[in-house]
């Protein structure tokens, strides 16, 4: 089994940036991508941006490209999301989720065969 928990949620003034960070515990060795997911109240959960192990493959949604950097940090077992210039319509709870499988392209955008989520950490982004 693997643990994952959120970091570095919070409220932020559009235009403003959040660092979120998730630390894995357990059988992180089992881990191949690991990313973000996020759900805005009303909506369906949406994909982010996920990094593979080595970090040769990283994925992101249209939404982040160009603001959000992801990275990976094996050492530690952690993940971080870099989000800059921050809009009212990132807000959201962001999961921080795992896989043991590999994936590519539109694969990795879905929550299928992503076995393990945290509890997710709240970022808020005010106009």
């Known amino acids: 089994q693997v643990q994952l928990v959120e970091s570095g949620g919070g409220l932020v003034q559009a235009g403003g940036s959040l660092r979120l960070s998730c630390a894995a515990s357990g059988r992180t060795d089992s881990i191949y991508f690991m990313g973000w997911f996020r759900q805005a109240p009303g909506k369906e959960r949406e994909f982010v941006a996920v990094?593979?192990?080595?970090?040769?493959?990283?994925y992101y949604a249209n939404s982040a490209k160009g603001r959000f950097t992801i990275s990976r940090d094996n050492a530690k077992s952690t993940v971080t999301l870099q989000m800059n210039n921050l809009k009212p319509e990132d807000t959201a709870v962001y999961y921080c989720a795992a896989r043991p499988t590999i994936c590519s392209g539109y694969a990795c955008s879905t929550d299928r065969g992503y076995d393990y989520w945290g509890q997710g950490t709240q970022v808020s982004v005010s106009s």
């Open positions: 990094i593979s192990r080595n970090g040769y493959s990283i």
